[in-house]
Each structure stands twice: as C-alpha cells, then as structure tokens.
C-alpha cells in the first residue's frame, strides 16, 4: 500500500527520467561542483521544488557548508555554514546517518530550522545523508524544501536514498582521481628530484673522473723525468716501471671520461688499447714485436674490475718485452672470449723462451703483483705454455654487472 504523500505515475517517470540523467552526468563529469549543482537542479524539478541544495561537511568533521544549491538567494551557496552539533535537519541527518522528514515546519519540535532557511518561506523539508565510500566520513546531505506543507512518502524517500548514493559514488570517484593525481604529482615531482641529484652526481663524477685523469697524466710525466735523470743502476727501470702503472690507471680514467660512463667501460677496448700503447712506450719495440688481439666487444666491466685487469696485461707485456724474446722478433697475445654463466677468460700470452722449469714464473715484483691482483678479482692465475716455447697466463672470472 502506497504511503502519505507517495508520488503517481507522472511523478515517478519524471524521477526516473531524473536519475537517468544524473547518472549519465556523474560518470562523464570530472567537475564535481557541476556535479552537486546538476544533482539539486534534476532533484528539485523531479519532486516539485524549487529549493534544493548539497551540505559538505568539511574535513574538521563539524563544519558544514551550503557547497551547491538551487533557488536560493546570492551569497548562501558557497558561503553559509552551520555546524553539525547544531539542531538543524542537516546536523541531525549527519550525527544519525538516518534521513529526517518534516512536512509540517510548524510543527516541528526535534530540531530548529537556520535562519537562511526560514528566510526563504519554508515549510516542509526532507535531507538524507550522502555516505562516504568504502567507509570513509559521509560527504554530506542532500536536503529538499517545500515553501508549503507536503508529505514525502516511502518512493520519494527511495528516490531520494537512491540519488544520494549515486552522489555519494560520483564524489568517491572524483576524490580518488584528484588523490591518484596528487600521487602521480608527488611521484613526477620524487623523480624530477632524483634525477636532478643523479644529474648533480654525475656532474660532480665526471668532475672527480676529470682531476683525477689529470692528475695521473701529471704523475706519468713526474716519473718519466725522474726516469731520465735517474742514469744507470736499478733506479731508472724500477721509475719506468711505476710509469707504466700509472699510465694504465690513467688510460682507465681516460676511456670512462671520454666514454661519459663513470660506471662501467668495454673491457676489450680498454685491455687491447692498453696492451697497444705499451709496446709503443718501449721504443723499437712496436716494430719488431706483434700485438695479435682476439677480443669480443662489448664486454662491459666496473672500473673496479677493468683496473685490476689492466694492471696484470700491463706487467705481462712488459715481461714478456723485457725477457720473452731477447733482440728477436717476437708476438704477444691478449684474448678476451666469454665464458658460460656469465663468466669471462682473460688470456696472455707470448711466444718466446717460455717458462723456467717446472712451468712456474719466478717470483718477481710484477708476478706477485699478478698474483695480488688475481685475488683481487677472485680468480687465480694459471700459468702455461705453447709447447717448448711462449708464456700463457690465463684468468677466469665473473664480471659484474655495472649499475
């Protein structure tokens, strides 16, 4: 049985039509003020009213404010608020989280209309409230008003539930889209930090990479001079000897600076280069000595890596030019193959006199240097030879990967 006040037949089309129209916006609109003011207009109309309006309650959880409304005079939406512990409908609907209905102003007794209201000749008003999504704090209420008595019954209080959850679910959707923005903002904002300090970083390496390339240019000179005047004896070998140390750190630093990776470096460009210009730092030797490389590209290694590597071709070249092949013709090798799982082999060799007997290098300056070194790289040096004659040193290792 239909209830006081329940609508007839043109009524509730029209509140259907309503509801359809709201919908079709609520799901299109990203402007949630078009939204609220859209929703009094389409609700007013569909119950016969021309007052209806949206109550916020702010973020303090007390304040409420007229944020939308219709048929209300110029300076009450957007600027009248009331607080909720106040006896309005609107505070009461919002501490009960139930609807209120009152066709009959006048006799009315379980709260006071505000002023602004009974300014505008009402009568009669029902407000339901627009819960929070997902549990959060309601939105709100929706209120309509009657400047005379009229009843609501049970269809239009379902209507207006109805309307006011499509509200709600409109108002969760903008506020997640405006908070994902406000996440995605502060995100975009994290990364263009982290890349202006990574930018900064990298300025400043390159900077260290820059002074430090110098620097050791400058030490290759001061040794090379002190070589010079150092005359006969064991001084004048053992300076050159630290020249040629420095001067691969140096053509380390050298390739990352030019490369512009402070990070990482080809290792078979670097190693092959470095063998190179060592046959050319002993003069006449890079006319009768052969350098014969068989090294794949693109193997790329950590500066903490390729210095090691390049400290151990630097003393097996300049072994091999001092004692492998006495005044003769003579080739030094340098292969550099990957390995399975992500390992690699470093491999030396010459073909000159070949080891001392028993197949084991003596125990010089530059071979416990090697020695050193292998450690260093975790791997351990195996020592061997082409027949009677030539020195091979093979190493194997994991290369790590550069971040």
């Not at 973020?59 to 607080?83: C, N, Y």
């Amino acid at each position: 049985m239909a209830g006081v006040g329940d609508p007839n037949r043109d009524e509730l089309l029209a509140q259907q039509g309503a509801l359809a129209r709201f919908g079709e916006l609520a799901l299109r609109s990203e402007d949630l003020d078009e939204i609220l003011r859209e929703a009094c207009r389409l609700v007013g109309g569909a119950l016969g009213t021309d007052l209806a309006k949206v109550v916020e309650l702010a973020a303090d959880g007390r304040t409420l404010l007229v944020r939308a409304g219709v048929g209300w005079r110029p300076g009450i939406v957007g600027e009248t608020r009331t607080d909720i512990s106040d006896p309005s409908p609107e505070g009461v609907v919002l501490r009960s989280r139930e609807p209120v209905v009152s066709p009959d102003l006048a006799r009315e007794d379980r709260f006071r209309i505000p002023d602004f209201v009974a300014e505008h000749g009402v009568e009669a008003t029902v407000c339901v409230p627009i819960l929070g999504v997902d549990s959060a704090p309601p939105f709100g209420a929706l209120q309509v008003d009657s400047r005379e008595p009229r009843g609501f019954g049970d269809e239009h209080m379902s209507f207006l539930r109805t309307y006011a959850n499509m509200l709600a679910s409109a108002v969760g959707r903008l506020r997640a889209a405006a908070e994902l923005r406000e996440r995605a903002d502060e995100n975009e904002r994290l990364l263009r930090e982290v890349r202006r300090r990574a930018d900064d970083n990298e300025r400043l390496l390159r900077e260290l990479q820059h002074r430090v390339k110098n620097n050791l240019q400058v030490m290759v000179g001061l040794v090379e001079v002190q070589s010079r005047q150092a005359g006969g004896g064991s001084a004048k070998p053992a300076l050159r000897a630290i020249g040629r140390r420095i001067e691969a750190l140096r053509l380390l630093h050298d390739k990352l600076h030019i490369g512009g990776d402070v990070d990482r470096l080809d290792l078979g460009d670097y190693l092959g280069q470095l063998a190179a210009g060592l046959l050319r730092f002993h003069e006449g030797e890079a006319k009768r000595i052969k350098l014969v490389l068989d090294v794949e590209r693109g193997l790329v290694a950590p500066p903490d890596q390729a210095a090691p590597l390049g400290l151990v071709v630097n003393e097996f070249v300049t072994n091999s030019l001092k004692y492998a092949f006495g005044d003769g013709p003579g080739t030094v090798g340098l292969r550099i193959a990957t390995l399975g799982g992500g390992g690699v082999c470093v491999e030396l060799s010459d073909d000159g006199k070949g080891l001392p007997p028993g197949g084991v290098p003596s125990g010089g300056t530059g071979m416990r240097l090697i020695a050193n070194l292998a450690r260093q790289l975790q791997s351990k040096p195996e020592w061997g030879a082409d027949g009677d004659r030539g020195t091979r040193l093979r190493m194997n290792l994991q290369l790590r990967r550069p971040f």
